[in-house]
């Protein structure tokens, strides 16, 4: 149990310490993810720059699962949770969802924080997250359509709406992916849509259930203030009538009815 504890702790101090490493390595690898698909014009120079930076941040990512699993005191409990993390690492073919790792990035929130700031948290995330995940869809799916002769997505505002009408799950079937990559993309962002709506759903349910319960209880603390009040009235009365009402006069031992 002691050992369990340490490296707990040493865990949660590594997660904590590379939040911030990770987030900028995570934004880099969006740049030079991006910028090749926007500009397909972009020299051979800079697209090599991009490529180096791609798999020097996949190198990252690599080396902090490495650390994270090392020091997880249950590895395989470790593995089954961030099975995804694990498989884009050993399968570099699916290069392309590394983009998600970004969005997996924004999920550390800070768990010392209080209910309130984490509801708050929570749809700030969603938010962000869900343009984020709307873009890198878009960047995701016309990398794999481009090149396919029969791609109807051929550049990024198209690829921008496709990702828009398909993660608010509205599909007005204008524009869709062809090539099998551009597939797997759009069932991803299913999911992500059906998920991201579900946060936003449960955000508002959760606020609004916690403003009923805060008017029901200051209705019920109204009340019982009322009924305590009612009640000191009554013993004030009970006392001002004991306090006013006429005493009877004692009769002496010699005292007799008058001539």
Do not use: H
Not at 29 to 41: N, T
Not at 127 to 153: M, N, Q
Not at 167 to 178: H, K, N, S, W
């Amino acid at each position: 149990m002691p050992d369990t504890y340490v490296k707990e702790n040493k865990l949660e101090t590594w997660r904590r310490r590379t939040f911030v490493p990770l987030l900028a390595a995570s934004l880099v690898f969006f740049a030079a993810y991006a910028w090749p698909i926007i500009d397909p014009g972009l020299s051979d120079t800079w697209r090599v720059v991009c490529e180096a930076a791609i798999w020097s941040v996949w190198a990252v990512f690599a080396v902090d699962y490495a650390a994270r699993l090392a020091l997880a005191p249950r590895k395989g409990f470790f593995i089954r949770r961030n099975w995804f993390d694990l498989l884009v690492i050993v399968l570099p073919v699916l290069r392309p969802l590394r983009l998600v790792q970004v969005i997996l990035v924004l999920g550390f929130i800070n768990k010392r924080a209080r209910m309130v700031t984490l509801r708050r948290s929570v749809a700030w995330y969603a938010g962000a997250g869900a343009v984020l995940l709307v873009v890198c869809a878009a960047l995701a799916v016309l990398d794999a359509e481009r090149a396919s002769p029969d791609a109807v997505i051929t550049d990024f505002p198209e690829a921008l709406w496709w990702a828009a009408t398909t993660v608010t799950t509205v599909g007005y079937g204008d524009f869709y992916p062809v090539t099998l990559w551009g597939r797997v993309v759009a069932i991803v962002l299913f999911t992500a849509g059906i998920a991201l709506l579900g946060v936003v759903t449960g955000t508002l349910a959760s606020w609004f259930v916690e403003k009923l319960d805060t008017a029901q209880e200051t209705a019920s603390a109204t009340q019982g203030q009322v009924e305590d009040l009612m009640e000191e009235v009554r013993a004030l009365r009970a006392e001002l009538a004991a306090r006013t009402a006429p005493r009877p006069q004692a009769e002496g031992p010699g005292a007799g009815p008058a001539d």
